[in-house]
């Protein structure tokens, strides 16, 4: 190798070496600059996140409180609604007996004084003498029913179903507790022959 090719090689390697020194250096500063970089893109996304969490948490809220709003007026709709439709039921429904003033001779007045109860239907039985019979009736025919064999349990559900009916045409239609009765009456009677036919 001649001293001028040799020459040559060592520039060469020299640029070589200084073109790899200078690439490791840059790549270096690339490096630190990204580095330097990083915690500034973390606080940005963080503070985008936050804004996203918080403008997420806004629209929870809101829909929240609409649909709350939305429900409160569903529920005084249906108040309203059927506050409306109970009124025409009172318009129509009987007015309720009124018990006459108090005098000495007076029975139902003096009978009422002693009829308190929280079952409407016993309270004006306990008030008027001929439903007071009619009572007596009744216990007569269920007694029968009973002892012709009827179904103890079938006995005691009908029974059952009925003093809620009878305290609720109490309620609602005094004048109609009279049938209320002649119809269970003429249940148990049937309920009474049945029975003894088998």
């Not at 580095?35 to 929240?64: G, I, M, Q």
């Not at 609604?81 to 009124?87: L, N, Q």
């Not at 009829?115 to 409407?120: G, K, Q, R």
């Not at 009827?150 to 239609?173: D, F, I, K, N």
């Amino acid at each position: 190798m001649t001293p001028k090719k040799v020459k040559q090689a060592a520039s060469a390697s020299k640029a070589k070496i200084a073109d790899t020194r200078k690439a490791r250096a840059e790549k270096k500063k690339t490096k630190t600059e990204l580095a330097k970089l990083e915690p500034v893109k973390a606080k940005k996304a963080d503070k985008t996140s936050a804004k996203n969490t918080k403008a997420e948490r806004d629209r929870v809220e809101k829909a929240r409180v609409e649909k709350a709003k939305a429900e409160k007026a569903r529920v005084e709709k249906a108040k309203v609604e059927t506050a409306a439709a109970r009124k025409p039921e009172r318009a129509k429904s009987a007015p309720k007996p009124t018990l006459p003033k108090p005098t000495r001779d007076n029975p139902i007045r003096k009978a009422s004084n002693r009829c308190v109860s929280s079952d409407a239907g016993a309270a004006l039985v306990c008030a008027d003498p001929s439903l007071a019979a009619a009572d007596r009736q009744l216990a007569r025919a269920y007694r029968q029913a009973e002892a012709a064999g009827a179904s103890t349990a079938t006995l005691a559900r009908q029974q059952a179903r009925w003093l809620e009916a009878r305290a609720q045409a109490a309620r609602e239609a005094p004048w109609a507790v009279r049938d209320v009765y002649e119809a269970r009456i003429a249940e148990l009677n049937d309920m009474t022959r049945d029975a003894r036919a088998y």
